[in-house]
C-alpha cells in the first residue's frame, strides 16, 4: 500500500519536473527600462533575436539598429516583429524626418548592448571612429554599454584585437564572452559569442544597478 502524501507534498516524479523546469520570472519585471541593442554582422546575430524576444517578454522597451553587414545574417523585419518598433540601419532615413537618431536613440536608452561586437566594431569603438549609424551611436551615447564579442578565434586572439579589448575596458566598457566552443568556421576555441541566457543575466544585472532614465 503506497504511503499518504502530505497536502501539497510533490511525489519524486513530480519534484524532478519542477526541477528541471527553470523559474518563470515576473513576465514584466524588466518594464520601464529602455534597451538599445546594436547587432553586429556575425552569423551569431541569430542569438541576439532570442535575448531581444527575451527582453520585449519581460517588459523591456527594446529599439535595434544594425549594420549593413547584420542585414546579410538577420534581417530587420525579424527585429521589427520581436519588438514592434522601427529598425533603424543607416543615419539617412529619408527626408521626412531630420531627426538626428545617433544622439536621439542614446539619449532615451538605460544600456546599449552591442551582440554580435565584431572585431570590425571592436576597432572602430576603440579609435572613436563613427562611419556608419551604429559606430556614431557609440560615440554619442549616453550611458553604459555592454558588450558581447564574437569571432574566429584568430581574430580574438589577435594582439591588435586584445589591445582594442583592453582599451576598451579602460574607457568603463563592459564585456560578456566569448565563451569557448564550436565556431562557425568549423574549428573549437575562444570567440564563441555568450549564450542568451548569460547575455541576459549581464543586461538585467546592469539594468537593475540603477533606476530606469524612464520609469513607468
Not at 532570442?50 to 519581460?58: D, E, K, M, Y
Request: hydrophobic share 40%.
Amino acid at each position: 500500500m503506497r504511503p499518504k502524501r502530505a497536502a501539497g507534498q510533490k511525489s519524486s516524479s513530480e519534484a524532478s519536473q519542477a526541477a528541471r523546469e527553470p523559474a518563470q520570472a515576473d513576465q514584466r519585471d524588466l518594464a520601464g527600462y529602455e534597451l538599445l541593442v546594436a547587432v553586429g554582422g556575425g552569423i551569431a546575430a541569430y542569438k541576439t533575436a532570442q535575448v531581444v524576444s527575451r527582453l520585449v517578454q519581460r517588459g523591456c522597451g527594446v529599439t535595434v539598429t544594425m549594420t549593413e553587414a547584420a542585414t546579410r545574417f538577420v534581417t530587420a523585419l525579424t527585429f521589427q516583429s520581436l519588438t514592434s518598433r522601427q529598425v533603424y540601419t543607416s543615419m539617412w532615413h529619408g527626408k521626412e524626418t531630420r531627426k538626428a537618431y545617433h544622439l536621439s536613440l542614446t539619449e532615451r536608452a538605460d544600456l546599449v548592448l552591442v551582440a554580435p561586437a565584431t572585431a570590425d566594431l571592436l576597432g572602430k569603438f576603440a579609435a572613436g571612429i563613427a562611419d556608419d549609424l551604429v559606430s556614431t551611436l557609440m560615440v554619442g551615447r549616453e550611458g553604459p554599454a555592454l558588450l558581447a564579442p564574437a569571432m574566429n578565434s584568430r581574430m580574438w586572439a589577435n594582439p591588435i584585437v586584445q589591445g582594442n579589448v583592453h582599451r576598451l575596458r579602460e574607457f568603463g566598457f563592459h564585456f560578456v564572452g566569448p565563451d569557448e566552443g564550436y565556431l562557425a568556421c568549423g574549428t573549437i576555441g575562444p570567440g564563441r559569442m555568450a549564450e542568451p541566457e548569460t547575455i541576459l543575466e549581464a543586461v538585467e544585472q546592469m539594468l537593475r544597478s540603477r533606476k530606469p532614465k524612464r520609469p513607468v
